[in-house]
């Protein structure tokens, strides 16, 4: 199984805020548009790492620092939602609805 690893720079945010970015609504989405069909399942996403590299950082800090919060405690479903709101889509409850079904039970 291909395993993908994350190392941040010296100057990026805590591993809290990464978690919070690559396992977002946003992230999904993108991911889902980028590799649609190479998984070994129709219910997997092939992630790469330039796929990562590329995933567009937050506008809003404060909301990126509630998510990464969120992250650390364990809420997945709070830090999704605070990073909607820190990519300026918190209009978008349509993004948030189709991540939720995609969580894991």
Do not use: K, Q, Y
């Not at 591993?15 to 889902?32: K, Q, S, Y």
Request: net charge negative; charged share 20%; aromatic share 4%.
């Amino acid at each position: 199984v291909p395993v993908v690893s994350v190392e941040p720079r010296s100057d990026a945010p805590s591993l809290w805020h990464l978690a919070a970015l690559v396992t977002c609504p946003v992230a999904t989405v993108l991911a889902l548009l980028d590799a649609t069909g190479t998984a070994l399942s129709a219910n997997a996403i092939r992630v790469s790492a330039s796929r990562l590299a590329a995933l567009p950082l937050p506008i809003d800090d404060d909301a990126w620092d509630v998510a990464a919060g969120a992250a650390r405690r364990g809420d997945v479903v709070a830090c999704g939602e605070a990073m909607l709101l820190a990519h300026g889509l918190a209009d978008r409850r349509d993004v948030l609805d189709f991540w939720r079904s995609r969580l894991p039970s």
